[in-house]
Every structure is written in C-alpha cells, then in structure tokens.
C-alpha cells in the first residue's frame, strides 16, 4: 500500500510554467513505475507522463511531449512533473499514480495500481 498526496497545483497562464510534486508514504516510491494522469471534464483520462521505477524510461502522451518532463527522487519518495508551455487544454485534475513494475503499461490510464487526490491545474488564456 502507497499513500500518494499532489501538490503544486494552481492558475497559471497559458506559456507558463508550473511544477507538480508527487509525496509517497506508507510505501517507497522506488517500489512502483508512476505516472501522472489527468482528468477534464469532457474528456478521456489520459496518462500525461510516466517514469520506470529506476527513471531510465520515460513515457510522454503525444499532447505535452517537449513541454512536460516527469522525474523521481527516489530517495525523498517524491515525483515531480514539470509542465511547461501551458496551454487552455492542459487545464484538468492531475493525478498522481503507482504501477507495479512487472505489468506496468505507461499509457494505460486505467493499469495504475494507486492514486493520489488529485491537483487542479487551470490554465487561462
């Protein structure tokens, strides 16, 4: 069991930037791929962005490759999304989520073993 808490969301306009952090507890980070995945209403969930359990693989939705970048600090149990050149659309519920390892399928927004609350982030145009 992992405990998942976000962090990092807000307003922010769009060309901005804004960085979300991921805090594990109950469960070392180190143990899970994650993922962030995000929510808008009217649309599909979508994994944004996912990082292997060691970050020597990382997997990027077609719609924020070159502008958002996931990594892992393993030893603080924290995983942050860096989200630059935000657009409107990017506006959604960021959610942070653990994989078991063995069967991890990055961009499978429903393969994820374990959730955070979430963290909404707007972007205004």
């Known amino acids: 069991q992992v405990q998942l808490v976000e962090s990092g969301g807000g307003v922010v306009q769009a060309g901005g930037a804004l960085r979300l952090s991921c805090a594990a507890a109950?469960?070392?980070?180190?143990?899970?791929?994650m993922g962030w995945v995000r929510q808008a209403p009217g649309k599909e969930r979508e994994v944004v962005a996912a990082i292997s359990w060691s970050g020597g693989s990382t997997y990027y939705a077609d719609s924020v490759k070159g502008r958002f970048t996931i990594s892992r600090d393993n030893a603080k149990n924290t995983v942050y999304l860096q989200m630059n050149s935000l657009k409107p659309e990017d506006t959604a519920v960021y959610y942070c989520?653990?994989?078991?390892?063995?069967?991890?399928?990055?961009?499978?927004?429903?393969?994820?073993?374990?959730w955070g609350q979430g963290t909404q982030v707007t972007v205004s145009s």
């Open positions: 109950g469960r070392t980070v180190s143990s899970y791929a």
């Open positions: 989520a653990a994989a078991a390892v063995g069967s991890w399928m990055p961009h499978d927004p429903y393969g994820y073993d374990y």
